[in-house]
Nanobody, 129 residues
Framework: QVQLVESGGGLVQPGGSLRLSCVGS????????ISWFRQAPGKEREGVSC????????YYADSVKGRFTISRDDAKNTMYLQIDSLKPEDTAVYYC??????????????????????WGQGTQVTVSS
C-alpha cells in the first residue's frame, strides 16, 4: 500500500535551517507529483510546496517562496524540503503527500492546494528561541 514517511523535523531557533525528508513506498514514486503541506495548532492545513514528476517543476506558496526549496531523488524514492530563514510562524507539523497525479496543481492567488489522497504521519517543526 502507499506509504509516506517524513523525517528531519526538530526545534530550531529563528533564522535557522532544517532539511525534511519524505520516503515513499508502495507506488511508482518517480511518476507522481509529491507535495509538502503543514498544519499549525488550531489552523487549517496549508499547502507549502509541490514538485511535479514529468518535468521536476517546483511550486511554492507565497508564504514560503524564497526560503523553502523542494527537490526529489527518484532513485531513492525520496523528496526533500530545505527550509531556510525559519520564522516562528513556520512552526507546524509538516506532511508529505500525493494525489497520485503526475503534475502539481498551480498556485492560485499565492496559495497552493494540498493533497487529499495520501499523506504520512508528519514531522514536527518548532521554531523558537
Amino acid at each position: 500500500q502507499v506509504q509516506l514517511v517524513e523525517s528531519g523535523g526538530g526545534l530550531v531557533q529563528p533564522g535557522g535551517s532544517l532539511r525534511l525528508s519524505c520516503v515513499g513506498s508502495g507506488f511508482s514514486f518517480g511518476y507522481l507529483a509529491i507535495s509538502w503541506f503543514r498544519q499549525a495548532p488550531g489552523k487549517e492545513r496549508e499547502g507549502v510546496s509541490c514538485i511535479s514528476a514529468t518535468d521536476g517543476r517546483a511550486y511554492y506558496a507565497d508564504s514560503v517562496k524564497g526560503r523553502f526549496t523542494i527537490s526529489r531523488d527518484d532513485a531513492k524514492n525520496t523528496m526533500y524540503l530545505q527550509i531556510d530563514s525559519l520564522k516562528p510562524e513556520d512552526t507546524a507539523v509538516y506532511y508529505c503527500g500525493t494525489d497520485r497525479l503526475s503534475r502539481c496543481p498551480p498556485p492560485r492567488s499565492g496559495d497552493l492546494a494540498y493533497p487529499r489522497a495520501y499523506w504520512g504521519q508528519g514531522t514536527q517543526v518548532t521554531v523558537s528561541s
